[in-house]
């Protein structure tokens, strides 16, 4: 072991551990405690406003869905107060009285036609 091995700047014995020294050296220059510091800080502010950006979004969904569903119902109770309006209008009271308001006269005599034999036009 060398006597000055505290003292010197580089390590004749095993040279590989100059090659690290010089990267750690070069990287701490680099990546001082305030950088690192500086740049944790813009990261929380980053992540956080992504945060908030996305809460914010998916409550504005949440009233949107809400808000669909509501008219969702609404239509539903539409369409069951129409079917019961188109069944009503399909009776055969309904029917009878809009024939009398269109001044049709009934039939007194039905004739009933039925086809000979199993002929068939063609064009």
Sequence with gaps: MCKFWHHEQSNHHFPELNRRQRILSCV???????????????????????????????????????????????????NKKLNLEYVEMQSMAQVIDRVKGLNMVSVSEMEILSPNGSSVALR
């Design 28 to 78: 701490g220059k680099f990546f001082t405690i305030q950088k690192i510091a500086i740049a944790v800080a813009v990261m929380s502010c980053v992540l956080g406003t992504a945060y908030l950006a996305q809460t914010n979004t998916a409550a504005t969904r949440g009233y949107q869905i809400d808000g669909l569903e509501t008219r969702l119902d609404e239509l539903k109770e539409a």
